[in-house]
């Protein structure tokens, strides 16, 4: 699905999210990803939300975002209470989603200005 032809600002935008593949401005990523306004952490080594651990949560912390949205794949899957806990715990508030709900919120949140993190899983 193409999430926007157009874009205003200057920031790192989700163009296209297939099943295995998330477009970032204009290069395609096949494994899982990290994407903030200004970033791209590539070869993310998680392939399963419910595998998340709380080395994933320091990793993804060290990136100082405000807000964490997970897409997990084409469902909806929550990681683990203690994942979801270690982020409120460091104030940074998580959402799980798809990776197309994802895409859409970090599209909008980037577009303000926020310090946003989509974390894309990708099979």
């Not at 806990?85 to 709900?101: Q, V, W, Y």
């Not at 310090?115 to 099979?123: E, R, T, W």
Request: hydrophobic share 45%; charged share 20%.
């Amino acid at each position: 699905m193409d999430l926007s032809f157009e874009h205003q600002g200057e920031y790192l935008f989700v163009r296209r999210v297939g099943p295995s593949t998330v477009t970032i401005v204009d290069r395609d990523f096949h494994q899982s990803l990290l994407v903030t306004p200004n970033e791209v952490v590539e070869d993310w080594p998680v392939t399963d939300a419910a595998q998340l651990s709380l080395t994933d949560v320091e990793t993804i912390a060290a990136l100082k975002p405000e807000v964490v949205l997970l897409g997990t794949g084409e469902r909806q899957v929550f990681p683990p209470a203690e994942v979801m806990a270690a982020f409120l715990r460091r104030g940074i508030g998580i959402e799980a989603m798809t990776n197309g709900s994802a895409a859409r919120t970090y599209s909008l949140l980037a577009a303000e200005g926020r310090k946003v993190l989509a974390a894309f899983i990708l099979p």
